[in-house]
């Protein structure tokens, strides 16, 4: 399961991920996509909406639990082992971080640095290598013709975390979508991979 | 095979192996995927030999079912809560003519204050209804449920309705087995109704009764649901048999055999309890939970001998009776009346407030202290009702509670942003 190369690895129990962003930015699909990847790994996988105001363009919350035996836990995600942010300008109004673990993981949608959205007190010791930006919507972009990010941002989790592979995520992306859409966007999901992968960014 | 899905496309997938052959519905907030997956199935042609009817109501949508049924075809609906009520009156009527109709109620709460999140005011409002209710801990139970409830519904001609929480289970991405056709259709057999309207055999239905007869059919309604609570266990039993899974039957019960105190809960709120018993039981806790899954008919009996060896007995119910407080509770103490076992009401996840382990733990410490008020509001913010009952006493043009209370509590602002 776990793609070696660096990747870091959590434990062997429940992962909970939160994933914020907005109404249009298929915060939804992100955490049914991720559910569908880690069913896709042989794990149990629950995923669902925390649905505020349906409006484009409102703050969304969707939640993904994985774990290696059947869920029963119905409750929202409290206390995320990991939290993906598909739009930055979410960080001064959500409380995005609330509850996160010590050594939990986060993933933000933007070009910019962690140093540079403000953010340096999340890089403690304990998340050493696991706070990361992507400039996830202009990977989309490039590839897809549209700034949604979260297949990108999956894929950058999958480099984080060997939670799921590179390669379930874009099953489950083609499981979803299909066609250009689908491949489009499972070479976003590779490319932002890469980019967590690859050491040295521009 | 294990399928990793939406709760309401597991739904509409098992319903089509059903066979259903009318279904009528009018989309609302959570139900809305379960029959556009329906309905897209019907154009498709995936689900064959059904008419999909979209209707501009649900009390359209109930009164085509009644009459698809009454020609004697397998008929299908779901709704949820202002939707629910909108059909009360052909609910009545379904049920008064032994209509074996099945629908899912994507449970819901009802307005006012409006509000599209998941409670269980909707079914309880229709709990008089001559419907059976049957609540599902999970989103497998609710497809197995709805396979059952066909079963029920046309073996005692009575229409049955299966609840599932909304958006906790209905939007719900988790691994579902969807039965094989042929392992429904050898459950199910075809659907032969009791009474059928033939234009080449013209007979009456729904005809007036007045008081010399009217005592006597609502009592034979009330003997069909007696008798579900006999078949109720008996086709949870075949289906495991056939399916190799537990589903349904009049409740379920988890470390309460010899347990002090005994939770019993509806629906899916289940598995986080079921989590945080077992977590005291392993610290030696004496608790236990009890899913209840036959809600109408209600098992009284049954319930008693489950419960006969608790110190106390605590419902938490998604719903409120305002004026007297728990719904489940009054039908819990009528079980127990007789006994000297302390029954409590805790009332909690109004509206979609989630029920989270958190508080679930100091609730059951309490309760197992003994120290649980008789009804109690799990969550309640108090300086919320303090600031506002005050408010509310300082004039006598002070408006109204809901949008007053959400300016408080920040959620709208008073002035333009």
């Not at chain 2, 139970?141 to 029920?152: P, T, V």
Request: charged content about 20%.
């Amino acid at each position: 399961m776990a793609k070696g190369g660096g990747a870091l690895t959590v434990a062997p129990q429940m992962f909970q991920a939160r994933v914020h962003g907005r109404g249009g930015q298929g915060v939804v699909t992100a955490a049914e996509l991720l559910s569908l990847a880690a069913f896709a790994e042989g794990l149990e996988a629950q995923a669902f909406p925390s649905f505020g105001s349906e409006r484009m363009g409102a703050p969304v919350v969707a939640f993904c639990r994985t774990d290696t035996k059947p869920i029963r836990l119905r409750e929202p995600i409290a206390e995320p082992d990991a939290v993906i942010i598909q739009d930055p300008t979410l960080l001064h109004h959500v409380d995005v971080f609330g509850g996160l673990t010590e050594t939990g993981y986060v993933l933000i949608n933007s070009a910019r640095s962690i140093e540079e959205l403000g953010l340096a007190e999340l890089l403690t010791p304990a998340r050493a290598g696991r706070v990361v930006t992507v400039p996830a919507g202009e990977l989309a972009r490039a590839r897809t013709g549209r700034p949604i990010p979260n297949a990108a941002l999956l894929g950058a989790l999958s480099a984080m975390t060997s939670v799921v592979s590179q390669d379930s995520i874009e099953a489950a992306i083609h499981g979803r979508f299909k066609g250009k859409m689908a491949d489009s966007n499972a070479a976003a999901a590779r490319d932002a991979f890469d980019y967590v992968r690859e050491p040295v960014h521009a | 095979m294990r399928e990793q899905l939406e709760g309401s496309q597991g739904i509409a997938r098992t319903v089509a192996r059903c066979r259903p052959e009318v279904v009528s519905a009018y989309p609302i907030t959570p139900q809305t995927h379960i029959v556009e997956a329906l309905s897209r199935m019907v154009r498709s042609g995936d689900l064959e030999h059904c008419e999909y009817v979209n209707v501009e109501s649900e009390f359209s949508a109930m009164s085509v079912a009644i009459g698809a049924s009454a020609t004697g075809a397998r008929t299908y609906t779901a709704t949820a809560s202002q939707g629910l009520l909108y059909m009360a009156e052909a609910l009545f009527n379904a049920s008064g003519l032994g209509l074996p109709i099945v629908m899912t109620v994507a449970n819901r709460a009802i307005g006012s204050p409006i509000n599209i999140w998941n409670d269980h005011s909707d079914a309880m409002s229709m709990r008089d209804c001559g419907w059976i209710q049957l609540y599902a801990a999970d989103n497998q139970e609710a497809l197995d449920l709805h396979i059952q409830a066909f079963f029920l519904a046309e073996a005692l001609s009575v229409p049955v309705m299966v609840c599932m929480d909304g958006f906790v289970l209905t939007h719900a991405f988790e691994p579902l087995e969807i039965p094989l056709q042929n392992d429904v259709d050898a459950f199910l057999g075809p659907f032969e109704p009791r009474q059928v309207l033939d234009p080449d055999d013209p007979v009456t239905i729904g005809a007036m009764v007045g008081p010399e007869a009217f005592t006597e059919v609502r009592y034979l309604s009330h003997i069909k649901q007696m008798q579900a609570l006999d078949l109720i266990p008996e086709v949870s039993a075949d289906f495991r048999e056939r399916f190799g899974r537990e589903a349904g039957g009049l409740f379920s019960c988890l470390h309460t055999d010899d347990a002090e105190t005994i939770v019993i809960v509806l629906g899916s709120v289940f598995g986080t309890i079921a989590d945080v018993v077992d977590d005291l039981r392993e610290q030696g806790s004496s608790i236990g939970v009890l899913s209840l899954k036959s809600f109408r008919p209600f098992p009284t009996e049954e319930l008693r001998a489950a419960l006969s060896g608790a110190k106390r007995v605590v419902t938490l119910e998604r719903a409120l009776q305002v004026g007297v407080g728990g719904i489940v509770s009054e039908n819990v103490r009528s079980a127990l009346s007789g006994t000297s076992i302390p029954t409590h009401t805790v009332i909690a996840g109004l509206g979609g407030r989630p029920i989270t382990r958190k508080t679930l733990r100091p609730l059951f410490a309490t309760a197992m202290a003994g120290e649980l008020p008789e009804v109690h509001f799990l969550d309640l913010r108090e300086d919320v009702i303090e600031r506002e009952i005050w408010r509310a006493s300082e004039g006598s043009h002070t408006g109204p509670h809901a949008e007053s209370i959400l300016r408080n509590i920040g959620i709208v602002r008073a002035e333009p942003v």
